[in-house]
């Protein structure tokens, strides 16, 4: 190839990408009637086509939202379902074993089906009418491949927000959308090596030939912000990974901040094409990250310290008086903080300043563990139930040894009230619980019991059942003995079998369809609406997912939800 070729693509390139920009005007240089002419017009043709095409791509995508919306609403309204639509939510509700070899978590079958979903999408929005061959239209590919990663890009961020729209509209919890944050965020990261494959040979078959060097390619003011951008989401992958959140969870939540505000900002100036997106995500960004979490969901608090009886256990504890929530009509349109109160399973993110530099702008998720405040309610009492591990929760613990209080930032509070519906909906309403997760039934089963607007009818009709499972006795002391007599004195049926450390793990699945069974005997309807939440380990809430979904398939009218209090 000549001096005057590589001009040539370079202008050619150039017009390719700007294509969307001028539509046909831009074919008007290759008047000439020859072969590379005309290669050079299939060049910019391809590229016209993608920028079109990728425009397409939102309207999908939110078609998918609405079927699962449309679903969500269906089911949930339609509380007596006919036997084929039980069989269906049974497939739906199944959870598969782990992964061979790498043990890889997988979640229910209705959020595979959705994965699938969008993996499909994306596949054929990568693949459609690209031409081949693909070494010879590397240029193309590799655009439509940068294409569809920025118009991937606002869903990644939403996705990842804790106040978005598609928890009310799906009725998918915080969890399930992360793990649909996270699987797009890996589909993002292949997208990303697909473009950069393609991009370097672009510059193997034009630009080396004639003594382009690869350094002066990448170095290139349009192309060396996108390598800074590939860095930047390519290390947000591999420090997002479980391995590594576990063994470096603050690193993480440093990384995760910088690496996405990074990325967003060389991708803007990598090309004009991707700044639509690009704004649009930081909108999502900022919106869910300085105006939530910083302004209208930010509450600082006194708070006691107490180091439970296992001696790896921490009680913290505060109260304050409340603040109406209609007192602002901001807080009523954006959301409250905890001043003004909170919802049974909502949880809230804590920084503790006092304990050392780097944890003052670190920000850890715990739900809480205290009943939520009843409508009409002056004072708020708070608590939180904190395991210690590592990192933060270490350093808390040792740091409430030596001091009895502290003062603590609240962010929240976040959740979804798609458990809590379920159970109000229900004639039988179970809760299994493993170790911490009492966190989670306790309020529940209080705001079903003491909630001024049910009526003594109604309350007595419904049967509630707990089950909590607990490595050493001790753990009992979490929420106290005389709080679950009373839950027995008000008629909760209380399952608390011998500790895992000495009678190690009880059969769940047996436990759960004996709970059920003997529930259902005391409800006088022929088909009455069971729900059951569970709280625990991965490994016991994939086991009572299951008995759930097996249940379903006898046709039995059963749900359940997994709230999980591991992150």
Known sequence: MSASSEQLWRESLLIAKNASRYGTEAFVSFAQDDEEAEERRRLVEGVLFSHRFILTYQAALCGIVLLFTIWHWHWKFSRRRRTIFRKFHAIATYQPPNLPLINKLQPNNQTTLLVLLLLTLNLFYATYHIPLPLRANAFIWSDRAALLFVANLPWLYLLGAKNQPLKPLTGYSYEQLNFLHRRLGEWLCVLAVVHTVGMLLVW???????GTSLWRYLAHPVVWPGVVAFACYELLYFTSLARFRQWAYEVFLASHVALQAGGLGFVYLHFWSSRPYVLVSLGVFLVDRAVFRLQVKSHSVRAELKVMEDGQTLLVSADWPLVPRWGSWWSSVLGADTG??????????????????????????????SAAPEPGQEHAWFNLIIRAYDGFTRDLL????????TTVRLDGPY??????????????????????????????LWTLLHAPHYTAKGSKRRQLGLIWIVHEASHLAWIGHERLDELKAMGVNVCVPAPTSKAGRPDVRSLTRSMISDLEGKIPVSDPGIEV????????????????????????NIDVAVEKYGW
């Open 533 to 556: 939440v569970v709280s625990g380990p991965d490994g016991m809430n994939r086991v009572v997912r299951n008995t759930c979904a097996s249940l379903a398939w006898e046709g039995k």
């Open 204 to 210: 193997y078959r034009f630009f080396m030939p004639v």
């Open 398 to 405: 040792e740091y409430a040894r030596y001091h009895s209080s």
């Open 415 to 444: 959740g979804s009230s798609h458990a809590l519906e379920m159970l109000r909906a229900s004639d039988v309403a179970v809760l299994v619980i493993g170790g911490s997760g009492i966190a989670v039934a306790y309020p529940l």
């Open 340 to 369: 003004k109160g909170w919802r049974p399973m909502e949880h809230v993110f804590i920084t503790v300043p006092a304990l050392a530099a780097r944890h003052v702008v670190q920000a850890h998720p715990f739900t809480i563990a």
